[in-house]
Structure formats: structure tokens, C-alpha cells
């Protein structure tokens, strides 16, 4: 018996507690003109007062995006890439300062879980969106007219673009329409147009189609560049204007960026090619990071990103360094071990040519029998040669290095053999010491 009375009891208490529970949480009000979030929090969260509140803030942002994304019709978004989703995120993040204000309608709590109840006026938000919209506007407007009046300085008229744009695009729900030099437009539509217009209006060419290099050398070689805008009558030089370089094939050190002159001119600098493939291009165009740096809307980012300029290409003619090898034995030229010599360049990656004259570099290498002499114990002659090595730039004549070995041996048993065993242990000795040293410090540095 205690114990039905028990359960009695319990079910009278919950039924007494569910009667005090506030209407708006036993039944979720509805009201077309608010924006109502009804939250829910256990009391043992930190800070659960304001942990309500921002949910409150996001459950009503919600519903604010479902509304906007019914509104939006412009299918240009859609079109370069952009999807509503970005646009409305955008919306979303720009209506936090008014969703600040929400209106605190009611509160209710339980020995456990906090309730609040929020709401947000219809009308109040959308003439708060109005007039933000409003004042954008104004701004794009200008931006607009900076653009159109930028030509020769189409650099800072896209800087002017990005940024009306930025302005606009999260009031793209809305009605855009203004007066522009006394016709009705759709400012986001005139913004966007130009945006995509730019890839067809602008270009960037080269002085030259092509030009001839020498892989390996520290030979800096420079190639103009001259970026223009054209309108509907004429054709400006850009001025201030960001071009970019990277290789389309091949491999280098060149200056990555460059910023046109008064005149719409640039260089494009060459240090080094380091690969030998043939033939190699460098491709130029807009240096699109130039105008992203420090943009945060992500939705105009990707608009701009998504253009495709077109770019320029140069073709470079590579070679290999050409060598040429001046060699004596005895102060007469030639001879077989030569070609030991002519082998090692060539494997050293030079190009070893027969005329001197279309040469990069000349290898002199003179070697000198000092002595030979009969060793009557071993019955064998001993010879002894000094080899000079010398590189020369051959255009100018320069000298680059120099340098002795000297004592070089050999015996044989008879004199003329050992006379050419010393020119060929003196060639050897070449090759191992100073070849390679040669090559990789004074020409493929």
C-alpha cells in the first residue's frame, strides 16, 4: 500500500511540474514576424547562460540562410563556381553583429537543464541588411567608376574590383539595381562581368619567341616583357602591374616575380639554367597573388581564382657548355692520348668541338718530357714528364686557372715507349686531379 501511494505521488509531481513548464517549451510558439529559437542546456555546462545564447545565435542563422538561399537567383554564382552555400555562409557571418541583439523573450530552469527562449524581428533585420546593403552599394558604386577609369593602371582598377566586389556579394539575395552613368544596372552583375572580362582583355607578351642559353653558367641573360589592357577603342600599357614566371618545362634560377614600369615593361631574369633537356619554356602571366594577399572573403577569392589567364610562353634553346682542346706532347699537337681527355669533358656533360672559334671554353694542356734515363740494375729506361693545364674563356682570351703537375714517371724497356708511357701516366694524372675540378668550380658552378 505505502508503495502505490508512493508511485502516487511521483506521478502527481510530474504531472504538477510539467503544468508549470512555460508554454513556449510545451508547445513551440510560431510568430511570421520573428525569427524563434527555443534552446535547451544542461545547467552543468560552463557558462550554460551564455552557452544558450549562442546557440540561439546559430539556430536563428540558420533559418535566416534557409530564407536567403530561397532568395538568391543569380546564376552567375553558379556559373564561375561559386555555390550558394559559400554565398549564404558568407550572409551568415556578416548578420553576427545584429544577431548580438536577440531578444531575450523568456527563461525557465529545472534541477537540471536551462531553457531560453530568443527571438529576432523580421522586419528589424531586414531593414538593418537594407541599409548595410544600401551603404555597400555607395562604396561599389565608386569602385566601379575606379575601374572603368583605371586603363593604364589596370592594376590598381582590379584592386578596386576585388574590393566592390567584396562589398556586394553578400547582398546578392537582394535587389542590386542602380543608376551607372545614367542607365539602370545590376551592380553585382557589372562587377561580375568585368571580373570575367579581364583574361580576354588583358595581355602579356614577350619581346621575343625564344632565346638561345648555355646550361650550367652563372650568365645572367634578361628578356623583356610588356603587359596591356584594352577597351572597346584602344589599347593602354599597364603600368605598376604584377607578372609572375615559372617553368612549363625544364629547370632554373630565375627572378619568380616582376612589376611593370610607366611604360607597361617588364624583365624577366634568367640566372642559370640547370637542366640540359632541349628545348625548355618559361611560361609568364598575371601574378593572381599579387590582389589575394590579405583578401579574407573567400567567396571573391574563388571568382578570382577561377579566372584563367592565358599564359605566354618563351622557348629557350639550351645547350651544353663547348669545350675545346688544345693538347701537345713535346710541343707537337695531337697525338692518341687526346682523345682520353676528349672522353673525360664528355663525360664531365661539356661539349667537345673541333673549332675553337665556336667554343665556350678552351682546355690548353702541354705536356713536356723532362728527362730519360737507363736504369742498368732494371734494365729499363725511366722517363719523367711534366704536364701545364690551363682553362681559358676563349671569346675574351682570359685565363681562369692554371696549374703544374709535375714529376710524372714511367719505365718501359725501350726509351721511346717509356717516353710514351709518361705522356699517358701524365694524362691519367690529368683526368683524375684536375678535370673534374676544373668543370664543376669554374664552369658548372
Known amino acids: 500500500m505505502k508503495r502505490f501511494l508512493y508511485l502516487l505521488l511521483l506521478i502527481f509531481t510530474a504531472c504538477s511540474m510539467a503544468k508549470r513548464q512555460p508554454e513556449w517549451i510545451v508547445e513551440r510558439p510560431y510568430n511570421n514576424e520573428y525569427y524563434i529559437a527555443i534552446v535547451k542546456v544542461p ?46 555562409s558568407r550572409i551568415r557571418s556578416s ?3 545584429i544577431l548580438k541583439d536577440l531578444q531575450l523573450v523568456s527563461t525557465y530552469e529545472t534541477k537540471n537543464d536551462y531553457w531560453a527562449y530568443y527571438r529576432l524581428s523580421k522586419s528589424e533585420y531586414s531593414a538593418w541588411r537594407k541599409a548595410q546593403c544600401n ?33 556586394i556579394v553578400d547582398y546578392t539575395d537582394m535587389d542590386l539595381t542602380t543608376l551607372y552613368k545614367g542607365n539602370e544596372i545590376n551592380l553585382y552583375n ?14 602579356v607578351k614577350f619581346a621575343t619567341n625564344e632565346v638561345d642559353l648555355v646550361a650550367k653558367q652563372r650568365e645572367r641573360k634578361t628578356v623583356n616583357i610588356a603587359v596591356s589592357y584594352k577597351t572597346v577603342n584602344n589599347e593602354y600599357p599597364c ?19 616582376a612589376i611593370t614600369d610607366e611604360s607597361g ?9 640547370t637542366s640540359f633537356s632541349n628545348p625548355q619554356f618559361i611560361e609568364a602571366k598575371p601574378n593572381k597573388d599579387f590582389w589575394l594577399v590579405g583578401r579574407e572573403n573567400t ?31 713535346d710541343n707537337t699537337p695531337g697525338t692518341d692520348f687526346r682523345n682520353i681527355l676528349v672522353k673525360k669533358l664528355q663525360d664531365l656533360d661539356l661539349e667537345v668541338t673541333e673549332n675553337q672559334n665556336t667554343s ?15 736504369l742498368p740494375l732494371l734494365n729499363q729506361y725511366s722517363a719523367t714528364a711534366d704536364a701545364y693545364i690551363e682553362l681559358l674563356q676563349t671569346g675574351n682570351g682570359k685565363s681562369i686557372y692554371n696549374t703544374n703537375i709535375t714529376g710524372i714517371k714511367s719505365t718501359a724497356s725501350l726509351p721511346e715507349i717509356a717516353r710514351k708511357m709518361s705522356e699517358l701516366n701524365a694524362v691519367n694524372e690529368i683526368c683524375d686531379k684536375v678535370m673534374f675540378m676544373l668543370v664543376e668550380q669554374y664552369i658548372m658552378f
Open 239 to 257: 603600368s605598376n602591374f604584377p607578372v609572375c614566371f615559372n617553368f612549363n618545362s625544364g629547370k632554373g634560377e630565375i627572378i619568380p616575380q
Open 43 to 88: 545547467r552543468k555546462a560552463p557558462n550554460y547562460v551564455e552557452l544558450a545564447r549562442n546557440n540561439a545565435i546559430l539556430e536563428i542563422s540558420t533559418q535566416i540562410s534557409v530564407q536567403i538561399d530561397s532568395d538568391i537567383a543569380l546564376k552567375e554564382t553558379e556559373e564561375n563556381g561559386i555555390p550558394s552555400s559559400e554565398i549564404i
Open 135 to 167: 551603404q555597400a552599394m555607395a562604396q561599389a558604386l565608386n569602385l566601379l567608376a575606379d575601374f572603368d577609369s583605371s586603363t593604364s593602371n589596370i592594376a590598381s582598377g582590379i584592386a578596386s574590383l576585388l574590393h566592390g566586389l567584396e562589398l
Open 299 to 329: 567567396v571573391v577569392k574563388t571568382m578570382f581564382n577561377n579566372l584563367q589567364f592565358m599564359p605566354v610562353i618563351l622557348k629557350l634553346n639550351v645547350r651544353r657548355p663547348k669545350a675545346y682542346l688544345e693538347y701537345s706532347f
Open 95 to 97: 548578420s553576427k553583429n
Open 360 to 374: 665556350d671554353y678552351t682546355f690548353k694542356v702541354d705536356i713536356y718530357n723532362r728527362s730519360t734515363n737507363y
Open 190 to 203: 557589372e562587377l561580375f562581368y568585368r571580373l570575367n572580362r579581364l583574361p580576354e582583355n588583358l595581355s
Open 265 to 273: 615593361k617588364a624583365e624577366l631574369i634568367i640566372n642559370r639554367i
